[in-house]
């Protein structure tokens, strides 16, 4: 594990997790399944900044303290699932008397080569998830999840075999569809939140556009909205798509056409000096994108009014 500065410590290999939080060594060395009942070392600030250089999936539940990540506190009274890509820097502040139960899959990026889910599996966004969008687990659906850490463990453990490694990718891809399920659920069901980051994205939107200050400059980039919300770009985009059938660029584009219709039916400006006002390089960009939003062009439209 290698620590530089200021820098996270990075996990390079699981063995070195394992050894690290004085678990036995890995029955394999891609993958492993850690219970976090028998994790003694929580107090450990050498662990309150870390990188794996691995994929990490946790299902948290029923413990006694909290746990901070970035500035918010959580508990996990129910359970709760968190995703890392490999090389994400993981700050998590750990008081004391920490007792936590659930498990934690640790995949090795190399454990997928040769199999589909190396490319597939960067198509789950909640890898990118902040924590506090955490993946909130009903009974039922924490069962669930719970027997698939259970099949893999069991599977990794059973003497290997030729087909065991494609059983354990199957139960992964398996992981990942149901959490891809369960994330659209709690979409819908937090439907009074996700209101309210409708309205918020409505009026971050708006004032950008009527911010003469900020219009003339650039078309406001996702990132940028993102952060105004204070969600990561990825749980925005996929929570909008869920609920509003549309992603966060589309809103930005929805709202961009508004503002441009209502500059080419109330000013004089040319159709370039709007594309130019609303934060486009090239005229030729607004006119591709007004049309396909609208079936007419900036001008065919202007004229309709006049």
Same mark, same amino acid.
């Given at each position: 594990?290698?620590?530089?500065? =200021?820098?996270?410590?990075?996990?390079?290999?699981?063995?070195?997790?394992?050894?690290?939080?004085?678990?036995?060594?890995?029955?394999?060395?891609?993958?492993?399944?850690?219970?976090?009942?028998? $994790?003694?070392?929580?107090?450990?600030?050498?662990?309150?900044?870390?990188? @794996?250089?691995?994929?990490? $999936?946790?299902?948290?539940?029923?413990?006694?303290?909290?746990?901070?990540?970035?500035?918010?506190?959580?508990?996990?009274?129910?359970?709760?699932?968190?995703?890392?890509?490999?090389?994400?820097?993981?700050?998590?502040?750990?008081?004391?008397?920490?007792?936590?139960?659930?498990?934690?899959?640790?995949?090795?990026?190399?454990?997928?080569?040769?199999?589909?889910?190396?490319? #597939?599996?960067?198509?789950?966004?909640?890898?990118?998830?902040?924590?506090?969008?955490?993946?909130?687990?009903?009974?039922?659906?924490?069962?669930?999840?719970?027997?698939?850490?259970? =099949?893999?463990?069991?599977? @990794?453990? #059973?003497?290997?075999?030729?087909?065991?490694?494609?059983?354990?990718?199957?139960?992964?891809?398996?992981?990942?569809?149901?959490?891809?399920?369960?994330?659209?659920?709690?979409?819908?069901?937090?439907? $009074?939140?996700?209101?309210?980051?409708?309205?918020?994205?409505?009026?971050?939107? #708006?004032?950008?556009?009527?911010?003469?200050?900020?219009?003339?400059?650039?078309?406001?980039?996702?990132?940028?909205?993102?952060?105004?919300?204070?969600?990561?770009?990825?749980?925005?985009?996929?929570?909008?798509?869920?609920?509003?059938?549309?992603?966060?660029?589309?809103?930005?584009?929805?709202?961009?056409?508004?503002?441009?219709?209502?500059?080419?039916?109330?000013?004089?400006?040319? $159709?370039?000096?709007?594309?130019?006002?609303?934060?486009?390089?090239?005229?030729?960009?607004?006119?591709?994108?007004?049309?396909?939003?609208?079936?007419?062009?900036?001008?065919?439209?202007?004229? #309709?009014? =006049?």
């Amino acid at each position: 594990m290698k620590k530089v500065g =200021n820098n996270p410590h990075v996990f390079n290999s699981i063995s070195e997790l394992h050894k690290e939080l004085a678990l036995t060594k890995p029955k394999h060395p891609l993958i492993s399944v850690i219970n976090f009942e028998e $994790i003694k070392c929580f107090d450990n600030d050498s662990l309150s900044r870390v990188s @794996y250089e691995f994929y990490c $999936i946790a299902l948290k539940k029923n413990f006694e303290g909290k746990m901070k990540y970035g500035q918010q506190y959580y508990d996990f009274d129910e359970g709760v699932m968190t995703f890392f890509s490999p090389m994400q820097v993981v700050t998590t502040e750990i008081v004391e008397g920490l007792k936590l139960k659930g498990y934690w899959l640790v995949v090795h990026p190399t454990f997928l080569v040769g199999y589909s889910l190396m490319k #597939s599996i960067k198509d789950y966004g909640f890898f990118s998830y902040s924590v506090n969008e955490a993946l909130h687990l009903s009974e039922q659906e924490e069962e669930i999840i719970e027997n698939i850490f259970k =099949n893999i463990e069991r599977e @990794y453990q #059973s003497n290997i075999d030729q087909f065991s490694q494609s059983v354990i990718i199957a139960q992964i891809e398996l992981l990942l569809q149901y959490c891809n399920r369960f994330y659209n659920r709690q979409f819908i069901t937090r439907k $009074i939140y996700n209101d309210e980051i409708l309205i918020r994205l409505e009026n971050i939107l #708006s004032s950008y556009f009527n911010d003469e200050k900020e219009i003339g400059t650039k078309t406001p980039s996702v990132k940028y909205v993102s952060e105004q919300l204070n969600l990561s770009a990825n749980y925005l985009s996929d929570m909008l798509r869920s609920i509003t059938g549309q992603t966060t660029q589309q809103h930005i584009h929805n709202k961009l056409i508004e503002k441009a219709k209502e500059l080419l039916t109330s000013t004089n400006l040319t $159709i370039s000096e709007i594309a130019f006002q609303l934060g486009f390089v090239h005229p030729q960009s607004f006119n591709k994108l007004f049309k396909k939003k609208t079936d007419v062009t900036p001008m065919e439209f202007r004229k #309709s009014f =006049n």
